[in-house]
């Protein structure tokens, strides 16, 4: 079993950038996929961006592309999300998720226009 702590939001204005954290517990973290998700308000869960265990092949929804990047660093168990280039829009819980398993408590993004 993993746990997950995300961190890293905050209130940021159009076209700023921030860089979410998820610090997972456990020896295990390197063989897990991981992933970032977000909910708006009123809204469903969205897929955002994964990074594979192994190869750590990427992957991102569209509308992230060219502004997300998504990184993992295994020895510290800690997987990353730079936002940047942020848009109204953006505004969303965001949280990650190990082998869409194990989820975090989430993290508030608020992009002022």
């Known amino acids: 079993q993993v746990q997950l702590v995300d961190s890293g939001g905050g209130l940021v204005q159009t076209g700023g950038s921030l860089r979410l954290s998820c610090a997972a517990s456990?020896?295990?973290?390197?063989?897990?996929?991981m992933g970032w998700f977000r909910q708006a308000p009123g809204k469903e869960r969205e897929f955002v961006a994964s990074?594979?265990?192994?190869?750590?092949?990427?992957a991102y929804a569209d509308s992230m592309k060219g502004r997300f990047t998504i990184s993992r660093d295994n020895a510290k168990n800690t997987v990353y999300l730079q936002m940047n280039n942020l848009k109204p829009e953006d505004t969303a819980v965001y949280y990650c998720?190990?082998?869409?398993?194990?989820w975090g408590a989430g993290t508030v993004v608020t992009v002022s226009s």
């Open positions: 998720a190990a082998d869409l398993v194990y």
């Open positions: 456990g020896r295990t973290f390197s063989s897990y996929n």
């Open positions: 990074i594979r265990n192994s190869l750590g092949s990427t």
